[in-house]
């Protein structure tokens, strides 16, 4: 059977093999969602220890496939399984995958991230390498996959076989970079004209991300307004230079949601779907949450707000700690889904103590009740510093939860905001406590006021972001690279 693919993803993680938050989500929906609109695409992506292979039979293809870094005679074994119809490649090597988390525990990130993932684009590039014919993009994601581009355009150079293959680079959040020490460089495998202004370098350091917005043919990021947001010093995590040099090969396309698993109509994670038109169940659900998080049950009655984040700076979740004895006085619930910083874990398990029975806080990663969350609450929280597309208020929008988000980055691309007559949400203009506040009430007057609040429960639910339409931006940028797709 001859193997080829046109289009090969290079990604950290995918959906529902590997997740730690929306790249898995992305990675889930769109290679499928271009395969389903013919293009032959398919994914490259680690073999974790902890992979979720559920349903899915993987199949070892090559025991041995060489690799040559961190020593020449290395090599990995590479499995495939059948995602619907999506090759998924699984590059393993146990002392790299074989962890309990996939970059870092909570002492910080993994002390050989740089070693890993060299490995891992090194790997990535030697099974391409084995196909009849040579992918014609090589589509990659953030930073653990952002030395490809680097490796590609040195390659392609003396390697015929990599003539005609374009790379594209997704950046899915700028502020996580892969920023290593210089010496890390010296063995990678780049000839030295690499390492410099324009190249990999990045203040004295080894910059992986920096390397895939150098050297990619194209760089897009994950909604029109961060891709703007970017090019600024508030931003641009420094990177913001490199960018602007970029800048004519820079577009922002905004995510989908995949409706196949975020739906209130057909989700399997909860205790009664709902639709548009039978708001009564979402009641329901959110009867059902209160009992299973033992919260007051005359919240039913009251609007219950949720937040499902990671607990960082970037989610704002330090805003929501910071008024949460305000709204507490306020008379609503709040569920709070996350973890992370263990600062931040260890505040909001304290505030719980301080008002039981109107405040539940559940530290983890759950997925299931990620998903009755979003079908409960009445309002979704989202007080970000920065988002560059974020997925959760999407979900949020398709549960019939009206969010209340920061106007910045994905978030402004995806809520029309209040008082607007085509309302889905609220926002507010910055990431202050005060700010939020405000928003808030806001949220619950208009919650007060029921008719009003139906009709923007109601154009949320119908508020459109399938994967179809962001994929099919896509296929224009790939067109763009002179791509027959
Ligand atoms: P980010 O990728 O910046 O974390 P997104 O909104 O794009 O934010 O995607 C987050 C994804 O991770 C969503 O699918 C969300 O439901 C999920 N998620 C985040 N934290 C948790 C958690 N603690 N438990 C379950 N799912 C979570
Ligand atoms: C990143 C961003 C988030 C985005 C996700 C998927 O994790 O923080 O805003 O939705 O990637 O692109």
Not at 51 to 78: D, H, N
Not at 177 to 186: H, I, V
Not at 263 to 283: G, M, Q
């Amino acid at each position: 059977m001859p193997f080829h693919h046109k289009v090969v993803f290079i990604a950290s993680e995918i959906y529902p093999f590997s997740k730690t938050g929306g790249l898995g989500d992305v990675l889930g929906a769109m290679p499928l969602t271009l395969r389903r609109m013919g293009v032959d695409v398919a994914v490259i992506t680690p073999f974790y220890g902890r992979l979720s292979t559920g349903e899915f039979k993987l199949r070892l293809l090559s025991s041995r496939c060489p690799v040559g870094y961190p020593w020449a005679p290395i090599t990995a074994e590479i499995y495939m399984a059948d995602y619907h119809g999506l090759p998924v490649y699984f590059i393993q090597r146990g002392e790299y995958f074989d962890r309990r988390f996939y970059y870092n525990t909570h002492e910080g990130d993994y002390f050989d991230n740089c070693e890993r993932f060299i490995f891992f684009c090194r790997a990535c590039l030697e099974w391409s390498r084995r196909m009849d014919v040579a992918p014609r993009l090589i589509h990659v994601h953030d930073w653990q996959a952002g030395l490809v581009p680097a490796y590609m355009h040195f390659w392609r150079r003396i390697d015929p076989f990599w003539r005609d293959t374009k790379t594209m680079l997704t950046i899915h959040n700028l502020a996580f970079q892969g920023r290593f020490a210089s010496r890390l460089f010296d063995d990678c495998g780049l000839p030295a004209e690499a390492w410099g202004m324009d190249g990999v370098e990045f203040w004295g350091d080894f910059n992986l991300l920096k390397a895939g917005i150098a050297y990619s043919d194209l760089v897009t990021t994950v909604s029109p307004t961060y891709a703007r947001e970017i090019l600024t010093p508030e931003f641009g995590c420094g990177l913001e230079g490199i960018l602007s040099k970029r800048r004519a090969h820079l577009r922002g396309i905004l995510n989908g949601a995949d409706y196949n698993v975020w739906d209130p109509s057909n989700d399997r994670y909860l205790p009664c779907t709902y639709t548009p038109d039978d708001f009564e169940k979402k009641a329901n659900c959110k009867e059902s949450l209160l009992d299973e998080l033992d919260l007051d049950p005359r919240l039913g009655d009251r609007p219950v707000l949720g937040f499902i984040g990671r607990l960082r700076r970037q989610k704002g979740i330090d805003l929501l700690i910071d008024i949460l004895p305000r709204l507490m006085k306020m008379d609503l619930g709040v569920v709070v889904l996350g973890e992370g910083n263990l600062e931040f874990e260890a505040q909001l398990m304290e505030l719980m103590e301080n008002y039981p029975g109107r405040l539940a806080v559940r530290i983890g990663y759950t997925e299931d009740l990620a998903h009755r969350i979003q079908a409960a609450s009445d309002i979704f929280l989202m007080p970000s510093r920065y988002e560059p597309c974020g997925l959760t208020q999407i979900y949020a929008l398709r549960f019939g939860t009206p969010p209340v988000a920061t106007n910045l980055g994905g978030l402004t691309d995806t809520i029309v905001p209040y008082p607007h007559p085509e309302a889905t949400g609220f926002t507010f203009p910055e990431a202050t406590g005060e700010s939020f506040l405000d928003s808030i009430r806001q949220a619950v007057d208009v919650f007060d006021r029921p008719d009003e609040w139906k009709r923007i429960m109601h154009r949320a639910m119908l508020a459109d972001f399938s994967w179809e339409r962001s994929a099919a931006r896509y296929l224009e940028v790939y067109r763009e690279l002179g791509i027959d797709v």
